[in-house]
C-alpha cells in the first residue's frame, strides 16, 4: 500500500511542479513525508518535510499555520527518531507561531504543549511533562469542555506519567477521570474503555493488590475479546498480564 501511495504522488507531484502549483507541491512533499514516517524512513521523511517547509516559508511566510504545522510534523519524526532535543526545537518553532498566529487557548496550541509534555516524558523529566500536560488540559477544558477525546487524552497521559513518577494515587485518579468520560462518551465496550481498565490494572499491580489488578484487567479483556477478538495482540497483552499475575501469586495453574 505505501509503494502504491508513493507512485501515485510522485505521478501528481510531477504534474504540480510541472504546473508551478507551489501550495499542492508542498502539500504533496507534506504527504510523502507522511508515508515515509509511517513506513518507518525517518531520513527520507524529514527530507520531505524539510522540502514542503521550504515552499512553506517561500509562499506563506515564517508565521503561517501550515509553517507551523509542517514544524510539528517534523518535530514528531524527531520523537519517534528518539531524538528528543531535536523534537523539542521544532515544537518549540510550531508553537510560536501558534501563540503569535492562534493565541495561548487554541486547542492547537494545546495539543502542541501535550506534544511537548510527551517528548519531556520520553526523556524521563516527568515533572515538566506534568506541567506541559497541564497547560493543555487548561486550555482543552476551557475550549473543548470536560468531554472531549483530547480532554480525555491528557487526562490518560497525566496518568501515565505519575504511574512512571511512581505516584501511584494520583495516577489512580487521572485514569479514573478518563474512565468516566470514557464510559459516558464511547460506552463500557469500547476498545478505549479496555485501555483504561488496563490502565488502572497496571498501577493495582505495582501497588501489589493483586486482586484488583486482575479484576480490571478482567473487564478490559471481555471488552477486547467482544470487540477486537481473541487473536488480537491487545487481547494477547492482556492474557499474558493476568499469567504474569497469576504466577506472582503462585496460582501456577490459573496462570
Known sequence: KYEEALTWYEKALAGFVDEGEEKMTAATYNNMASVYDDQGEYTKALAFYDKSLAINLKVFGPDHPSTARTYGNMASVYK???????ALAFHEKCLAIQLKTLGPDHPDTAGTYGNMAS???GQGEYT???AFYDKALHIELKTLGPEHPSTTS???NMAGVYYHQGEYTQA???YDKTLVIDLKTLGPDHPSTATTYSGMATVYSKQGEYTRALAFYDKS??????TLGPNNPSTATTY???????SQQGEYTKA
Open 80 to 86: 519517534t527518531d528518539g531524538e528528543y532535543t531535536q
Open 221 to 226: 479483556l471481555a471488552i477486547r475479546l467482544k
Open 119 to 121: 517528548v519531556f516524558s
Open 172 to 174: 489512580l485518579a487521572f
Open 154 to 156: 491528557t487526562y490518560n
Open 128 to 130: 515538566k511533562a506534568l
Open 240 to 246: 499474558g498480564n493476568m499469567a504474569s499475575l497469576y
